[in-house]
């Protein structure tokens, strides 16, 4: 029996500090930085740490304000994501996003941001309105 613990240990441990991404419950997971609750399904994001740690936010910015004043390192980050403006509830990678800036947007925090999965989803987007097409390092540093 021993031995048996002594195997399934370390099997035990690695499962219990998974580092997946967790569904986020629109009107009822708080950001993590406002701790407003979420409650848009087009707008959200989500950090998962390499320790399986998750936080929620409500909009890109809260996220880019977290990260900004956190002792979380860039690289103790396993995934972050965004939602998926097009697919509501939908995460993605928010690295890979297109974003698009337009004032036609009305995210929690006034960012103005959405991101897409593909950039012919933003552009078909941007046809019936104003905005501008950027990539996630051009969208931080019109967060900035």
């Known amino acids: 029996m021993k031995k048996l613990f002594v195997f399934l240990a370390p099997i035990?441990?690695?499962l219990a500090c998974q580092a997946d991404p967790e569904a986020i419950?629109?009107?009822?997971?708080?950001?993590?930085?406002?701790?407003m609750t979420i409650m848009d399904p087009k707008f959200g994001s989500e950090i998962v740490t390499d320790k399986g740690r998750v936080y929620k936010f409500d909009d890109i910015?809260?996220?880019h304000s977290f990260m900004a004043e956190s002792q979380l390192e860039p690289d103790d980050i396993?995934?972050?994501l965004v939602i998926d403006f097009s697919q509501p509830q939908e995460l993605i990678n928010a690295y890979n996003a297109?974003?698009?800036?337009?004032?036609d947007l009305k995210p929690p925090m006034a960012s103005n941001?959405?991101?897409?999965?593909?950039?012919e989803a933003a552009k078909e987007y941007l046809d019936q309105r104003?905005?501008?097409?950027?990539?996630?390092?051009?969208?931080?540093?019109?967060?900035?």
Do not use: I
């Open 113 to 119: 941001f959405a991101a897409f999965s593909t950039q």
């Open 61 to 63: 910015n809260c996220v």
């Open 130 to 144: 104003s905005g501008e097409l950027m990539n996630y390092q051009r969208m931080l540093a019109r967060l900035d």
């Open 98 to 103: 297109t974003y698009v800036l337009s004032e």
């Open 12 to 14: 035990w441990l690695l």
């Open 78 to 80: 396993r995934h972050l």
């Open 25 to 35: 419950y629109f009107g009822k997971d708080a950001c993590h930085h406002c701790k």
